[in-house]
């Protein structure tokens, strides 16, 4: 795709979703947002720019494709390479519509058992999705606890738009009895 067409199509990609995330409802924004992101996905050729989709060696690489001048949303291309996912985590309480690029994911949801502010916590495994090219998904808090896995040898890209920029989020590490909460600061990749 030449990039001419390929800059048209991020430009129709966030035309649509300043229109998607013009709602106080948030539930009907993120069906907005994701019927945004099967279609101009499922519309066929590729429109990311080819830098934001290269592997990072050490963990998956998380990149900036837009931030929205309003604050209402930015969109943000990760891309997993064999054997990379993230830990279980939640989104701080930020809403997120996922879409797959290129490849496939594995997302696995939580149910958190017992109270967020408890010292230990206990998830129990709510659901198990394998999404391929076109298929989205969205969080919506409180039911955000999730982790996102590529499950094949060849690298994977996904489309993620968070409601706002999401600069930090929780991560829940496995100890006995339970989990632990990590605050975790994410940062863009090089």
Avoid at 5 to 21: F, G, H, P, T, Y
């Amino acid at each position: 795709m030449a990039t001419t067409a390929r800059q048209s199509k991020v430009d129709e990609l966030i035309r649509r979703l300043d229109e998607a995330v013009a709602t106080d409802d948030t539930q009907q924004l993120c069906r907005n947002v994701k019927r945004v992101l099967a279609d101009v996905v499922a519309s066929g050729g590729e429109f990311v720019d080819p830098a934001l989709l290269q592997p990072a060696p050490e963990k998956y690489a998380r990149r900036l494709m837009h931030r929205d001048p309003q604050g209402r949303y930015s969109a943000v291309v990760m891309v997993w390479d064999k054997n990379q996912g993230t830990p279980l985590h939640d989104h701080a309480g930020v809403w997120c519509v996922e879409c797959v690029y290129r490849g496939r994911i594995r997302v696995t949801s939580f149910d958190l058992e017992n109270d967020a502010d408890d010292a230990v916590l206990r998830f129990t495994p709510e659901s198990v999705v394998f999404a391929g090219v076109g298929e989205a998904g969205h969080l919506i808090p409180p039911f955000e606890y999730h982790m996102i896995e590529n499950p094949d040898q060849t690298p994977s890209v996904t489309i993620h738009v968070y409601g706002g920029e999401l600069t930090w989020c929780n991560a829940f590490h496995s100890i006995e009895g339970g989990y632990q909460r990590e605050r975790r600061t994410l940062s863009y990749s090089e």
